[in-house]
């Protein structure tokens, strides 16, 4: 496979949420905003490039007895560095999100890309395979606090976008409103690849 495929192969053919549906649990918690879902979404780029470039490096020296535990060893001190970078630089960021950052250690995303992929192929493919699925997952974080944002609170990043005398949609905001967004794109993405496969 060329270079490129394994870096756009996670934006959308193989995107963690909207092709894979990985990593539910943050998914569908942290993007109330577009806020959380961009500081999320740049939290775990940054782990799956790092975890994915060092266990690229070290795949040969460990034993195939220990590979899981020696992933999330890896995996774990990464999270712990972008943990403690953003309770240093974005505090406000860092509270709104809690529990959810250092929860990045059990993302399935994250130990699927070690296992699936790193721990096979070289670096630089390696590197591109993290990069694009983190980019990916950002996307789709994205896509979904955008909608769950304007329609929940009426504000994009904060600012108000549909005028005072609109009224929010609460449940947007709230976990039914999660899984009603992400049904819908779901929906659009399985449409959109049906009707290629059609024509």
């Known amino acids: 496979m060329s270079l490129w495929y394994e870096f756009s192969k996670g934006i959308y053919k193989e995107n963690p949420i909207f092709r894979l549906v990985l990593g539910m649990c943050p998914t569908l918690a942290v993007t109330t905003s577009v806020q959380n879902a961009i500081g999320m979404g740049i939290a ?85 395979d993290g990069l694009g699925m983190g980019i990916g997952f950002t996307l789709a974080l994205l896509a979904l606090g955008l909608v769950r944002e304007i329609l929940g609170n009426g504000t994009i990043y904060g600012y108000p976008v549909l005028g005072s005398g609109y009224n929010p949609m609460l449940i947007m905001i709230l976990p039914p409103g999660a899984f009603l967004i992400l049904g819908l794109y779901l929906g659009f993405f399985n449409w959109l690849d049906r009707k290629r496969k059609v024509s």
């Open 44 to 128: 775990t780029t940054f782990v799956l490039f790092s975890s994915n470039l060092l266990i690229s490096i070290i795949k040969n020296a460990v034993p195939k007895r220990i590979r899981i535990p020696m992933y999330i060893v890896v995996i774990a001190s990464f999270v712990t560095i972008a943990d403690l970078v953003m309770a240093a630089y974005e505090p406000a960021l860092h509270k709104s999100l809690g529990i959810f950052v250092p929860l990045i250690v059990v993302n399935c995303i994250i130990l699927g890309r070690a296992e699936a992929f790193a721990g096979k192929n070289r670096v630089l493919p390696s590197i591109l």
